[in-house]
């Protein structure tokens, strides 16, 4: 997949925020192995020191696990990834209220058009 | 320790001044963009690091030595203008910089022309103005050097191309190496960037790592720049 990054924001959170999503999609399945820094790097078109911030990131958070000579794997712990679903999922919703709540949509005027979206999608 | 240093560089041409006082320090294992408009000192200060030119005032250190045949043995340079000659073939060219330089890759500098395309019996005469850059990028980058100045890589070739040679840039440099690329379009690399410098008339008014700068100011490097060098 082609990597496109957004101006203004810095590369490392935005790499961090793609590699969330293919885990969470399952592009990358607990204790698969990652590419190498460098190759990853290359492909997404970013200094490899970036890529390599990023990783120590999501060591950092539990998303992915270093074994000293073979590499850099996905968690296996599927708790981890339930939360980072959970996570992410409040983020969205805060981003959404605060468009909403910027276009001057009240939090029940919110409810109810969520509320009918999903009716009408039944 | 420094790999690159300069300390108090000044450098006149006549009475006009094209470096004053300028003092860096560049580490290993990074790539920093040495970036300013036309005529702010890049390619001068790339000049001086390479022995071409003299410092008018201050020292100009490369791995703690002042510019030499020594220093020349770990900088590997990209010129701003293509000098080679357009009777050579890439080959011929290949055993010529093989000549020069104790360390220059030839299975590496082939594997590059490989997947780029380029056919090593080809005059570099015959070749378009995109192509050359690329073989001229290539020599440069398949010496296994401590610093790479490349002045204007990308200048010149199409967008496509300018991919191809980032990406090149990154996949091809020795980890512990410096990588100072000179250039006005920013926009392309700022995501392969370590670190910026920005030069004003003959000054550095910015030295910083770029993802806190793009963290601290809300914008791309570019759209800083833009800022920063408002007409």
């Known amino acids: ?122 | 320790m420094a790999l690159l240093e300069l300390r108090q560089v000044s450098k006149r041409y006549g009475n006009k001044s094209a470096l004053d006082c300028v003092d860096l320090q560049l580490e290993e294992g990074r790539i920093v963009g040495l970036l300013g408009p036309n005529g702010s000192g890049k390619t001068t200060l790339i000049k001086l690091a390479n022995g071409l030119l003299r410092t008018s005032n201050g020292a100009i250190l490369i791995d703690g030595k002042e510019p030499s045949p020594e220093t020349k043995s770990i900088v590997s340079y990209l010129p701003d203008k293509d000098s080679l000659p357009d009777w050579m073939k890439v080959d011929d060219i290949i055993n010529y910089y093989v000549d020069f330089f104790a360390d220059f890759d030839v299975d590496r500098a082939k594997e590059m022309l490989g997947s780029l395309n380029i056919d090593s019996k080809m005059k570099l005469g015959k070749m378009s103005k995109g192509t050359r850059e690329k073989v001229r990028l290539i020599l440069a980058m398949a010496r296994k050097s401590k610093i790479y100045f490349l002045d204007e890589p990308i200048a010149g070739v199409d967008p496509a191309a300018r991919d191809y040679i980032l990406k090149t840039i990154i996949s091809n440099y020795e980890p512990n190496a410096l990588v100072i690329i000179s250039t006005h379009l920013i926009a392309d690399v700022e995501n392969v960037l370590d670190e910026a410098v920005f030069l004003r008339e003959g000054h550095v008014v910015l030295h910083q790592n770029v993802q806190e700068l793009i963290e601290e100011k809300g914008k791309s490097l570019d759209g800083y720049f833009r800022e920063v060098f408002a007409c």
Not at chain 1, 3 to 12: D, M, N, R, S
Not at chain 1, 63 to 68: A, N
Not at chain 1, 79 to 96: N, T
């Open chain 1, 1 to 122: 997949m082609e990597w496109e990054f957004k101006k203004g924001v810095p590369i490392y959170m935005q790499i961090i925020e793609k590699m969330e999503m293919d885990l969470l999609s399952g592009k990358y399945k607990p204790g698969d192995k990652l590419p190498s820094v460098r190759d990853m790097a290359m492909e997404a078109g970013v200094n490899p020191n970036t890529m390599q911030k990023a990783f120590s990131e999501m060591e950092r958070s539990g998303l992915i696990y270093t074994e000293r000579t073979a590499g850099r794997f996905v968690t296996t712990d599927h708790g981890r990834i339930s939360a980072l679903k959970s996570e992410l999922s409040v983020k969205y919703l805060d981003e959404l209220f605060e468009t909403l709540h910027s276009l001057g949509f009240t939090d029940s005027e919110i409810l109810s058009a969520v509320k009918e979206k999903c009716e009408g999608e039944e």
